[in-house]
């Protein structure tokens, strides 16, 4: 039976955290049986773009080297990678360890950090070459995300492709569905050996990024199947499983037959008032349905001249080719914009906002997004 652990932890104390977690761990999960002396342990948390750990963006530093000290502890060597998308070489990751304070960390507990610099090819994907050699933790953050609704542990396994290939995929899967697809398929192929989520300080709203607001939920959630785990996490945010497009279809495929036993320190406690993103409401939408609501109550994206700096990275990170600058002028064509939200993504700023039609304005009000 698979097994989710939902911890309450307040906050980003270190010993607090290395002690609960190592507990946890060793109580439910077995470690000694999947980690040894000498082994290389991968930390895959969840880091999207340079940002403060306050803005919950990324994983939190100190969550990253509380558990990497637990590894250390059973002589394993520690290493931490991650392939954000529209970053692809080494000033790219080396910008995002310094201003995320992930090289900080990495320095005072000598944990190697790695880059995507080369790439490997399995099942037609493009993964980063350190995803082989390693014995893999993942550390999601929870966050809201746009288009997915929530990202969670099954999703951070898509900083497992290497660079830009992540636009490209976009480009090709433009649905909601056929992108959970490309997710589910990771799924199966990419093994962690444990998901630990970062819930103490979660993303809710228009997540995964700048235009997401921090919530405090003091959770931390740990569980041996990423999906089991997501499931758990929509649970107890009160998310209904047809709402959140990973869960719908991995039961359709059969991923989630069994039951998994849910060890909680929330005692059942659902939180109910979990804002998800505007853009929740495509995931109510039959499919064919979402092209036409699209264009007739102008459901797009917009650039918020007050924020933009004209720095071009939405631009680079665009698969449709639909943005253009000029004179530090950003445009969005729309007849080639296919609502990804790479941009609105990547945008370090939050100068790429979503623009709240009447069709969904009168949908929220009368259901208050939530279900």
Request: glycine share 6%.
């Amino acid at each position: 039976m698979k097994k989710v652990v939902i911890l309450k932890i307040g906050e980003y104390d270190f010993d607090l955290l290395k002690e609960k977690i190592k507990t946890a761990t060793s109580k439910h999960f077995s470690p000694a049986t999947l980690f040894k002396e000498g082994d290389k342990v991968l930390l895959k948390p969840n880091l999207l773009l340079p940002a403060k750990p306050e803005e919950a963006i990324i994983t939190h530093p100190i969550f990253i080297e509380a558990i990497g000290a637990i590894f250390k502890e059973i002589g394993c060597s520690v290493a931490i990678a991650d392939s954000p998308g529209g970053f692809v070489g080494n000033k790219d990751m080396e910008n995002i360890y310094e201003n995320s304070q992930i090289k900080e960390i990495a320095y005072r507990q000598n944990f190697e950090l790695l880059y995507p610099n080369q790439s490997i090819v399995a099942d037609g994907f493009p993964l980063c070459w350190w995803v082989n050699g390693f014995k893999m933790v993942n550390l999601p953050k929870l966050k809201t995300h746009d288009i997915m609704t929530l990202t969670l542990a099954t999703k951070n396994l898509y900083g497992c492709i290497s660079g830009l290939h992540k636009s490209h995929l976009h480009k090709v899967h433009t649905k909601t569905d056929d992108f959970t697809n490309i997710i589910l398929k990771l799924y199966k192929m990419i093994k962690p050996s444990l998901h630990i989520v970062d819930g103490i300080l979660s993303l809710e709203g228009n997540g995964p990024a700048k235009r997401g607001s921090p919530r405090k939920l003091g959770a931390v959630i740990i569980a041996d199947d990423a999906l089991y785990c997501d499931w758990a996490i929509s649970k107890m945010l009160g998310l209904k499983d047809d709402f959140n497009p990973l869960i719908k279809q991995a039961k359709k495929e059969g991923l989630l037959e069994e039951e998994a036993e849910i060890i909680s320190e929330f005692q059942g406690e659902a939180i109910k008032d979990f804002k998800f993103p505007e853009a929740f409401i495509l995931n109510r939408l039959p499919s064919p349905a979402i092209s036409v609501f699209k264009g007739l109550f102008n459901f797009r994206l917009a650039i918020n001249k007050a924020k933009c700096s004209g720095c071009a990275k939405c631009v680079q990170v665009c698969p449709a080719h639909a943005i253009k600058i000029h004179a530090s002028k950003v445009t969005i064509d729309y007849k080639k914009c296919i609502m990804c939200m790479c941009c609105s993504e990547m945008c370090e700023l939050g100068a790429v906002d979503l623009c709240e039609s009447f069709f969904i304005k009168a949908i929220k009000a009368l259901s208050k997004c939530r279900q």
